[in-house]
Every structure is written in C-alpha cells, then in structure tokens.
C-alpha cells in the first residue's frame, strides 16, 4: 500500500558524466544527481525537467534522491589540509565547465611532459602523428554517416588512417592520452562514427576550451542554485536519502516503492538513473521491461574514470608545478597509472602538495577491488620511477573513489560500443507506457557529458515527457503514440564558420527509413552549415523495435524503391504547422547539390 500522496510527475535519479566540455567524458561526467528512483532526482536532466514544469505553472511533482544532496555524480569531497587545518575540496566526478560563476581554471593540454620508467623522456612528437590519423579518423566518420555505411570500431578507423600503436609504449601512452582519458574506454570498444559525432557535437557547437573546476564550494554549487529557483528550504517535494527499490508502471500511471517503506503514485515518472544501474537491475521492474527496451539498455556500455588523490608535504613538491600534466608510458601495460595532473600550481590551489593520477575502465576495476594501500604502493612506484626514488616522500593524505561499486552509479558515464544505430539508441531512451527515460546517457549527441543531463541540450530526450506532463496538469487530452515528426537539435551550427570544413562531414546522419512513403532510401544532404536538423520518430512505439531518423532540413536526392535505375526524387525537408513536411521538388538523375 502507498502511504504517500499521489504526485503528477515523479522524478528518479542518476546524474551525469564528464562534465562539460571536457572531463572530457570525465565525468565526462559528470555524475549526476544520483539514484535509481522514480520522481527526478535533481541532477541536472531531472532539475531541468522540474524546472520546466514549474516555468509551467505545474507544481504537483517530487523528486526522489539517494543521496543525502543534490548532484549525484557531480560529487566532492573533503581531502588533505591547508596551512590553517581547514580540508581542501576536491571533485571525485565532473571536473570541467565554465559557467555558472565557478572558480576554475583553462586546461592547458600543451602543458604536458612525458616520461617512461627511466625517468623524463620526450615523445610528445607521437602526438602530432595521432593527431594526422584522427583527422582522417573524422573524415571517414562523415562518410559513414553520409554513406550509411557499417560502424566499426575506432581501432579499425586509426588503424586504417595509419595509427598503429601495438607494442610501442610511448605510443600506446599517446592514444590513452588522447582517446581513452577522453572516453573512459579504449578504442577497440567505442564506436567511430558516434566517437566523432559526440565529440565534434560539443567541441565544435560550443568550444574547444576545457576549464577544470576546483571551486571549493564544490562543482555541485551550481545545480543547488538551479535547484534554488524552483524549490524552497526543506522543500517537501525533494526526497533526500530515498532509496527506490521498485517501480510499477502501465498506461495510467507509475508507482515507486523505496527501501524505507515509503510509496508514490504519480501520473508519470522520469527515470534517470545512470546506464549502469539500469544494466544492474538493482530496481525491479514491473511488469519487467520489455525485450526491446532491456536490448536498447544492454547494447550499450558504461565506462568508469577513477581520479586517485595524494597530497605531499607543501614544501617537498617533487614535481614542476609550471606543468599542469604529466603522461606516463608503462613498460607493461597500456594505461598503468598513465596521468598525473598538479593541482599545486597557479590558478589552482598553489601551495597544495595535491596531485591525482587518472585511471579507467580496466585498470579502475583493478584498484577499486583492492585496498588503499595496494593502490598507493602501486602509485608511489611508478612516481618513484617518473622521478627518482629519493624525491618523492610518503603522501600525508590518500583517497579515491569507487565508481564502479556505487550501487546508486555503477561507472561514471555512458559510451557507445561499435556497430551502435541511433534505433539501438531509441530504444534505450524510449518511454515504457507512463515511466520514461533521460539523463546523460539518453542523448545521442551529448553522452558522456554533464550537459547531456541538461534537457535544453537535448530537447528530444525529455522535453515531450514535460509538454506531456504539462498537458496532464491542465486537464487537455494527452497525444502520446503515434506522435507527429518534431524539430530536434541534433545539429544548430549557425554557420561553416562554426566548425573547420574539414570537420563538416560528420554534421548529417543519414540513417534513413520510411522517408516519403518509401520502403527503403538513401538520403544524402547537398548543403552543410546554417540548417536546424530534424528528428523523425516512429508512428508505432508498439512493436518490438523502431527507427530514428536524423538529417539536415534542406534539399535533398532520394532514390527509392520502384524509380527507374538511377532516377531521383528532389526533396525538401521543411518545418510546417503539424510537424515536418517532405515536400516534392522535381526529378533529377545521378549525382547531388554540391
């Protein structure tokens, strides 16, 4: 039985990954506010979602929070001391942004030596070799997109532009740095294309400058001041300490049973609990989710980033605090405790002592199983090797978390494996009847990044769950299935200038279906920048799967089903008053608009 009252909207949490722009995946993630439950969670997709609600005069929803405060993955912590006694603050998850009046500071990723075992030893020439095969990395991404080719791996993508790693270590060193740091997984588990389109998606529509946030309130003072416009002190409707256990739901409405014995009925629920706890399957289900969606949730992949902390006497600092990174290449293994990154140096915390090595996906399941001393030792070794044994005393303080056993995240943040659709992904962010789906690893562009979290960022993934939510509240009919094509920002550069041409391949999906009433076509787009993209849902969300389709509004070549060999139909994809409209233009034969 329910002992609580019945809500409109309830909201579950999880929060996001690296945050923005780059934890680069960090955090990428951002962790957001935090825990499998039904009623948002605020974290900053559920915060959103709520805001919006309110902005609409819908009051009647709460919000549900494993945690004892908002943030979720956007977590701190105390560690280390000051001259005066006072503990410094460090962020255990998202780490990079710039807004929100945040102290922080530009990450420098020219700020960087390199060293093996044998000490100091420059191969940062490796870097500008990496850098030539992902630029041709990117341009084949834009062909498998434009194409609609078959996915691969990023391994075969670099491969293919002429990285070829192997056994070097120097090398192997390198593409960590430049990929893995970025992605929490190595690049025989990511996806090419949806690689590049998640990383040109945010570094190319806002900014390629990454500022690392060491604001000693905590990262998470900017969601509690988000949270501030709409909820009140001790507001009843934020459940802190609520820990969901399971979650009913059919077409009329959601249920929420938490550990504590408390129960909520509301007309609908957002759940964002992280990728990771819905592959977990500590909240029961019931019914249990059906085929389509348990597929959609299971086909892709949560990495996990591990931050490790040490603080050193101020005054033995062993490292060159004008250098914000220090890459390490292993002997051994591929990623061993590869980067070490001072915050004792200016615009950080001066005088600090602190240091963090950044470890994942693998080599954090390694030291989050074991002991703090097994770790330290380990990292002490290989500090020892980078710069002599005799310089580098015992640390005065160690700590790091453990992402991947947080029973409220279960990783850090979401990543995409090879041969990933956006159909896979439609399932993974779809609505089951009443109970629906967002958060960071709900956007197709965003994944993995704070912003991803951010309903604004993504308007597909929650912003019908609000209009629906909304409709409810005022007592106006609801349109769920089948629902009218909808504008999405999938892609708003306002300009070529925006990104370098070089880059522009990757800016359409071409991943077609059901276009123009025609049972099979190859979309290809004649025009670039300066065009707002369009997302087109399916008709039916009854059967066992479905499509999404992304592309440029604009002029477009279909061949189709039935034509005579080689002839086309021009197209333009246009914004009409129920939705988009595919509006016959002529015919044409061969070739495109250049």
Known sequence: MCHFRDQSVAFLADYIPRASPGWLHTFSASFAPSYPGPHHVVQVAQKDDAQALYNASVTDFVIVEYLGEVGGRVAHTDFGRKPDGTPYVVELGANWAKKYKLTNTYSDYDSLTTFNETGPVNFTRLLGDYEDAYSTLEQDAGRILTQNLQDRSVRSGLSLAGWKPEKDTASQAVEWWAFDFEYAQPPEQSSHEFAIVNYNTTFYQYSDENNFVYDQRGFNAFIKGEASTFLTDDDPRLLLNTVVTNISYDHAGVTINSKNGSCIKADYAICTFSLG???????????????????????????????????????????????????????????????????????????????????????????????????????????????????????????????????????????????????????????????????????????????????????????????????????????????????????????????????????????????????????DSGRGAGIQPIDMLPTDMSESTFSRVNFLAGDYWISANGKEDGEEERVRVEEGDEGIEVVVRGKGRGGREK
Do not use: C
């Open 277 to 523: 706890v819905l592959q977990s399957d500590t909240v029961a289900f019931e019914p249990e989710l059906p085929d389509w969606k348990r597929l959609g949730i299971e086909t892709f992949s949560m990495g996990t980033y591990t931050k490790i902390f040490l603080q050193f006497p101020p005054d033995q600092v062993f490292w060159d605090t004008s250098y914000q990174f220090f890459l390490y290449a292993d002997p051994h293994q591929r990623g061993y405790y590869p980067i070490f990154q001072s915050l004792d140096g200016e615009g950080f915390l001066p005088g600090s002592g602190i240091i963090f090595v950044t470890v994942v996906q693998s080599q954090s399941y390694v030291v989050e199983a074991q002991d703090d001393q097994t770790t330290k030792e380990e990292v002490l070794a290989v500090l020892r090797d980078m710069f002599g044994a005799e310089n580098v005393p015992e640390p005065i303080a160690f700590m790091y978390p453990r992402w991947s056993l947080e029973a409220w995240a279960y990783g850090s943040y979401s990543n995409w494996p090879p041969g990933t659709t956006l159909e896979m992904h439609q399932n993974l962010r779809a609505n089951v009847d009443r109970l629906y789906f967002a958060g960071e690893a709900t956007s197709s562009q965003y994944f993995g990044f704070l912003h991803a979290a951010d309903g604004k960022a993504d308007p597909n993934t929650n912003g019908n769950i609000v209009a629906a939510a909304a409709s409810q509240h005022q007592k106006h009919p609801l349109k769920s299935h089948p629902r009218s094509y909808n504008l999405a920002s999938m892609w708003t550069p306002s300009s070529s200038s925006t990104a370098p041409a070089a880059k522009s391949t990757s800016r359409a999906h071409s991943n077609a279906r059901d276009i123009a009433d025609s049972s099979a076509a190859t979309v």
